[in-house]
């Protein structure tokens, strides 16, 4: 008997290092330091996480992307780790979504945004593109 209790706890241990386990699928992160988005139809899904402070007035705004192919999904702002900080910098993540259309055959396409304040000319803000491509389904 107490060989079958060890060998179960064993076993329980075991399990989660051996693969049986099931595998967490994690959304691929996208920053300006990262701007090529590969998607595959397995995983038509992406963040693009973006250093912000809403404290400024600035605010990324999505000013140019293909309707026919991205949706964009969720738009939220992540504080800073060290919330302790008025003011602290933290980072705007926009959640993207590939229609099926996008893999009907390899694409490329662009993501655009501008960080600026509403308030003031386009002229004065500065911005960021990602270059999305899709991989065609088999």
């Known amino acids: 008997m107490k060989k079958i ?4 706890l064993i076993l329980r241990l075991a399990l989660p ?8 699928s994690e959304i691929p992160v996208y920053t300006e330091q990262k701007t090529s988005v ?27 992307y293909n ?3 991205l949706e964009p999904v969720k738009h939220e ?8 900080r008025v003011g602290a910098p933290g980072y705007e993540v926009w959640t993207f979504k590939l229609k099926p259309a996008a893999f009907a055959v390899p694409l490329q396409t662009t993501l655009r945004f501008v960080y600026a304040r509403p308030w003031e000319k386009s002229s004065q803000s500065t911005g960021v593109a990602f270059g999305v491509s899709t991989i065609e389904k088999k």
């Open 17 to 24: 290092c051996t693969g049986f386990a099931a595998a967490k």
């Open 67 to 69: 309707t026919h192919y």
């Open 77 to 84: 702002f992540q504080a800073a780790e060290n919330r302790q």
């Open 38 to 64: 590969l998607a595959t139809a397995n995983q038509p899904k992406f963040i693009i996480k973006l250093k912000s402070n809403p404290t400024t007035g600035y605010s990324w705004f999505l000013k140019e």
């Open 5 to 8: 209790i060890q060998f179960t």
